[in-house]
């Protein structure tokens, strides 16, 4: 009977996948003046392994379907060039798991292995808007629908709508409002929430298990920005951004007794918010220079600082430095917040060197400070401390033809422990079908706080592939990897990539 409900149940998703496929598969296309990209990726993957503790040990089998759809030219045949556009962009994304047992997503009768939230066949709408361009004579930009942001605050995704307007002394204003993605909401997945937040749909859930798992909400947000535009040789920009919460949060995340009702915080309050600017400045053929910061309101403190150098002294040569000191913040929910949290400050220097048309070459290296308390309750009265880490990188690589082989290995030693490796690499395609690939590495770490915990690593991947047209792809890897915390773990992966235009 519980199969069977799980059957069912696994059956709903993929129906809903069908019906919103369904409509780009069999329906006739419309004889439009536009232009239409449909791709798809499909990966098929089993793997199994065990965990550092001996159990359990997981088998799993997973499908995973994207399909995308790209429409331009919506304006019609008479457009103009430099005139208004409009483009329809969509991506879709169905994770199914096999392996899951049916008491992992939906016994929570303790005791048991359930954990609130996983669903056997996740789908959620990963972007899907329209794009108007060059809009009120050129000046305007408006998208609608779910999105992503990516300026000095980071990445972020939403439901609503942007404006952009390019007023004519170079300078654009940016505007936008909706709701932030979140998870347990329809078509949506918690990949863009912050640390230490568990969302998720509790409905059915006795509100005595599992306190921690917060109940999903709209999140209302809104946002803008300061930019130039059409500058040559700089770009400066000021963002921000404000999300609040809605549904109520736990204030107590210990074991409750049976039908026990948690405390919690209700009504609308902040969630995020956040300043951000940045900074670059460009010297054509010398180099250029990016500099930025980021201040959480929420915290009340500078959360980020960075800044890059390159430069260009030959044509065949680029060296660099970046600086950049990070102190974490978190979601005003997020549990993180009980917790200390201190900076953490990265230098370093690099080259990346084109030797020849066939090879080139990249080295780095620095030093990263992480500061800590002294106190053992971690509330500063004993002072700070810094540990410190030299870290380096280092890789080279060699194409020929239709292939490359190449190698890169990396270092980072300090007091708190260290970690290093190598990685070789090959791949080449062959008569322009058939594709062949392998790659092997083999890592040490230590960590000084669980000594217990130090393993030397091994692992490979060999793949090939075939290319029935150059807008097709089936890919087939094998991956293996062994070390003395989780023995042997193994994963089978089958791809296969489809872009189909008209």
């Known amino acids: 009977m519980l199969a069977s409900r799980g059957l069912c149940a696994a059956r709903r998703k993929w129906a809903a996948g069908a019906l919103l496929t369904a409509p780009l598969i069999a329906c006739p296309a419309p004889s439009l003046a536009a232009d239409v990209e449909v791709s798809s990726t499909t990966a098929a993957q089993g793997y199994s392994l065990r965990s550092p503790y001996g159990d359990p040990v997981l088998s799993r089998r997973r499908f995973m379907q994207t399909l ?118 329809a078509l949506s997945t918690p990949r863009f929430e912050r640390d230490g937040v568990w969302r998720g749909d509790r409905t059915g859930l006795e509100p005595s298990y599992y306190p921690e798992f917060l109940p999903s909400g709209y999140a209302p947000a809104w946002g803008g920005a300061v930019e130039t535009w059409g500058t040559k040789h700089f770009n400066l920009r000021a963002s921000y951004r404000k999300v609040w919460s ?17 405390q919690a915080w209700t009504g609308m309050r902040t969630s995020t918010e956040r300043l951000g600017a940045s900074g670059n400045l460009y010297f054509d053929d010398l180099g250029d220079l990016r500099a930025g910061a980021v201040y959480d309101v929420y915290s009340s403190l500078f959360s980020s600082y960075y800044a890059t150098l390159d430069l260009f002294p030959a044509r065949w040569l680029t060296v660099g430095s970046d600086a950049d000191r990070f102190v974490p913040t978190f979601d005003a929910d997020s549990i993180f917040n009980w917790f200390s949290h201190y900076p953490m400050t990265t230098w370093t220097g690099r080259a990346e060197l084109a030797m020849s048309r066939a090879v080139d070459a990249s080295v780095s290296g620095g030093v990263r400070w992480v500061e800590t308390s002294t106190d053992p309750e971690g509330d500063d009265s004993g002072g700070r401390s810094h540990l410190t880490d030299v870290i380096g990188r280092a890789g080279v690589r060699h194409r020929a033809g239709t292939g490359a082989a190449g190698a890169s290995a990396m270092l980072e030693r300090g007091e708190r422990g260290h970690r290093q490796g190598i990685d070789l690499f090959a791949n080449r395609l062959l008569q322009e079908r058939w ?22 690593s091994f692992g490979y991947v060999l793949g090939g592939g075939y290319r029935p047209g150059p807008l097709t792809q089936v890919m087939l890897e094998w991956e293996h990897n062994t070390n003395r915390l989780v023995g042997q773990r193994f994963r089978v992966m089958v791809w296969l990539q489809m872009m189909v235009t008209r």
Do not use: C
Request: hydrophobic share 40%; net charge neutral; glycine share 12%.
């Open 68 to 185: 995308g759809l790209v429409v331009r030219g919506i304006e019609g045949e008479d457009r103009k060039p430099g005139g208004p556009e409009i483009t329809v962009r969509i991506r879709m994304r169905l994770d199914a798991d096999f392996g899951l047992g049916w008491g992992e997503y939906h016994d929570w009768t303790p005791p048991n292995r359930f954990v609130p939230g996983l669903q056997q066949a996740p789908f959620d709408l990963m972007y899907g808007y329209v794009d108007m361009r060059r809009l009120a004579g050129g000046v305007l930009d408006v998208r609608l629908g779910r999105q992503y942001v990516i300026d000095p605050l980071g990445w972020w995704s939403f439901d609503g709508a942007m404006i952009r307007s390019q007023l004519p002394f170079k300078v654009a204003l940016e505007s936008y409002t909706g709701f932030e993605q979140r998870g347990g909401l």
């Open 246 to 262: 809605s549904a109520p949060a736990t204030t107590r995340m210990t074991a409750l007794a049976a039908g026990e009702v948690p």
């Open 435 to 456: 594709h062949v690939l392998a790659r092997t590495s083999l890592y040490d770490w230590k960590d000084e706080l669980r000594p217990d915990r130090s393993a030397t």
